[in-house]
């Protein structure tokens, strides 16, 4: 079942107001996933539910912009597609972070950018002249997330100039 991007925004809103954070690690812990890090060769991270225990298992050596986007991604599969992953028995390598092939992946990486992104910062950062790639800086970001996050607020009614991202960029 796939979910309109609306759902995605407002399941990130709400548990940035409940928590009152929009550090992955600390969401992570007030929702209960366990985080364990794994020495994966390619893959960033995978969300697993296991015994009724909800995992995220990620690359141990990203750096620490790139773990709270792969962590925030791998949260927003927990909040929007556990009963999937409960099914399927997780997520599988193959289609992680492919928002070209698959909607329940550019989801969690809309997720991710508004958790990470708050709209108030991006709007700021934009009035003040800077580019995606500026922004990105700025916020701790990466520039694909904040384009994202950008053409999102396009479809919510801002005209901005459309920006260019990759659907695979944490692939």
Not at 72 to 98: C, P
Not at 157 to 168: C, E, H, I, K, L
């Amino acid at each position: 079942m796939h979910i309109s991007a609306n759902e995605a925004i407002v399941k990130a809103n709400k548990l940035v107001k409940k928590y009152g954070t929009r550090n992955a690690d600390r969401l992570a812990d007030e929702l209960g996933v366990i985080v364990k890090p794994l020495n994966f060769t390619k893959q960033k991270g995978v969300y697993k539910v296991i015994e009724r225990n909800r995992f995220v298992f990620i690359k141990s050596d990203l750096d620490p912009v790139m773990h709270n986007i792969v962590l925030l991604h791998e949260l927003g599969h927990d909040s929007l597609h556990r009963h999937q992953a409960i099914s399927t028995g997780g997520f599988h390598e193959f289609n992680i972070f492919d928002m070209q092939n698959n909607r329940m992946e550019y989801e969690a990486n809309l997720f991710a950018a508004q958790v990470s992104l708050s709209d108030d910062k991006i709007l700021e950062y934009i009035e003040r002249g800077y580019d995606v790639a500026q922004i990105a800086s700025a916020m701790y970001s990466d520039i694909n997330l904040v384009a994202l996050k950008v053409s999102e607020l396009n479809n919510r009614g801002y005209r901005f100039r459309q920006q260019n991202y990759s659907g695979d960029f944490l692939i």
